[in-house]
C-alpha cells in the first residue's frame, strides 16, 4: 500500500501501538472532520478545543492556525509544508507557543541547517558535493548553502 492519508493514519496507530499506546485500552481517540469544508475549520477547532483534550493532532496548516487561534494552552501537533511561511511559527528552533510537528518542506532556510547537521556530524569532512539543479541552486538553495559552507 502506498503512503497515503490512510496508509499515513495506519502509520500513525501501529507506531502509537508500538509505544504501548493502544485505542480502547490506554488511548481514547476522537475522530473530527471537517468535510473537506474549509470554512468550518474555525467553528471545528473550537468544538475540539472545548473538549478539553490532552493533545490535538492536526495535518494541514489551514487547521492547525485555527487551532492556533482556538487554544493557546493545548498542545498541537501538526504535520505540515512550511510551518514559517504558513504563519503557524516564527522559527523552527523554537516554535514556541503549544504548537510542534513536522515539517515536510521547511522552506529554503532548511538547506543551510541540513548541511551545518551534515558538517557537524562529520567534523572531519573537507571534499564533499552538493547535487541540485542549476535552477535550484541558482534561484533557491545555492545562496543558503553557501552562506553555511561560509563561502
Not at 505540515?80 to 510537528?101: C, E, K, M, Q
Request: charged share 20%; no cysteine; glycine share 12%.
Amino acid at each position: 500500500m502506498g503512503v497515503n492519508g490512510s496508509g499515513l493514519y495506519l502509520m500513525f496507530f501501529e507506531e502509537l501501538s508500538r509505544l504501548g499506546y493502544v485505542e480502547g485500552q490506554n488511548l481514547e481517540v476522537e475522530r473530527y472532520s471537517g468535510e473537506g469544508r474549509t470554512e468550518h475549520y474555525a467553528d471545528l477547532a473550537r468544538d475540539v478545543v472545548n473538549t478539553d483534550p490532552d493533545l490535538i493532532f492536526s495535518q494541514t496548516t489551514r487547521l492547525a492556525l485555527n487551532f492556533k487561534a482556538a487554544t493557546t494552552t493545548i498542545p498541537i501537533v501538526t504535520t505540515t509544508a512550511d510551518p514559517i511561511a504558513g504563519g503557524l511559527v516564527s522559527s523552527l528552533a523554537r516554535p514556541g507557543r503549544n504548537i510542534t510537528g513536522v515539517s515536510v518542506d521547511a522552506g529554503i532556510e532548511v538547506l543551510g541547517k541540513r548541511l551545518a547537521l551534515l558538517l557537524e556530524a562529520t567534523s572531519k569532512l573537507s571534499n564533499a558535493r552538493y547535487l541540485v539543479s542549476q535552477l535550484g541552486w541558482e534561484r533557491f538553495s545555492g545562496a543558503a548553502v553557501r552562506e553555511q559552507a561560509g563561502g
